[in-house]
């Protein structure tokens, strides 16, 4: 089975801190994404990444970067928190091509306060 | 851009019983995938169904089935035989089939099963 495993289930920081979100599968994906899920917004595509050191913004980059320095694990970096970051992060790898389903991880529910 | 909408935030229905989860989409590509993905409350999102536009014959999973109407661009998920575990979030998600593009999901659809 895929396996897509997330750092943290949940997360409580500050205003001001940064934060890592990391985010590991064992398939040998080459894609890996990350999407912020908030009520009545669906999934929005933050960042996504097609290979180690490759990074392309999604819809909503803004007070985000990310990291691919392995194939297997790709990082959400929230450089300076901020309380409308207070969300559900979920990460997702793919292998290559438009056919194939995006596996997921279990989600982290992060708390800026 | 291609986008994804889904008009129903919630829907619920009766354990043994069909419901129908509608999403539109809108592109102007011929070529693309469709897929329907379910959150269950507190557990991962997986993939339940998808379909391939080239096809016309819809695509079925168990009692799983879409409705995938290319012309009018929707694509609708049916349900049958409901039971206690499909409660979920269901998701719509649009991929182009032109490059290596990410996932267009809809606002999801929260469905609700009545013992």
């Known amino acids: 089975d895929v396996k897509v495993t997330q750092s943290s289930r949940y997360l409580v920081k500050r205003t001001g801190e940064k934060v890592f979100l990391e985010c590991v599968q064992d398939?040998?994906?080459?894609?890996m994404f990350w999407y912020r899920q908030d009520p009545g917004l669906g999934l929005r595509l933050i960042y996504f990444s097609y290979d180690v050191k490759m990074k392309e913004k999604g819809d909503i980059p803004e007070g985000y970067s990310v990291s691919r320095e392995k194939k297997e694990r790709f990082s959400l970096i929230l450089e300076s928190a901020s309380t409308n970051q207070t969300s559900m992060y979920l990460c997702?790898?793919?292998?290559?091509?438009?056919?194939?389903?995006?596996?997921f991880g279990p989600g982290t529910r992060l708390t800026v306060l | 851009a291609q986008t994804v909408t889904q008009s129903q935030p919630e829907m619920s229905v009766q354990e043994a019983e069909t419901v129908t989860l509608s999403c539109t989409y809108d592109t102007s590509e011929s070529d693309y995938y469709l897929f329907w993905y379910k959150q269950p409350p507190s557990r991962q999102m997986i993939l339940v169904i998808r379909?391939?536009?080239?096809?016309?014959q819809n695509a079925t999973e168990n009692r799983f089935s879409v409705n995938f109407q290319k012309a009018a661009k929707s694509f609708s998920l049916k349900i049958s035989d409901s039971q206690l575990g499909d409660a979920a979030m269901y998701f719509c998600a649009y991929r182009s089939a032109m490059g290596n593009t990410p996932l267009v999901f809809g606002k999801g659809t929260r469905l609700s099963v009545i013992a």
């Open positions: 379909q391939e536009a080239y096809k016309q």
């Open positions: 997702a790898s793919s292998l290559g091509g438009t056919y194939n389903e995006q596996f």
């Open positions: 398939m040998d994906h080459e894609n």
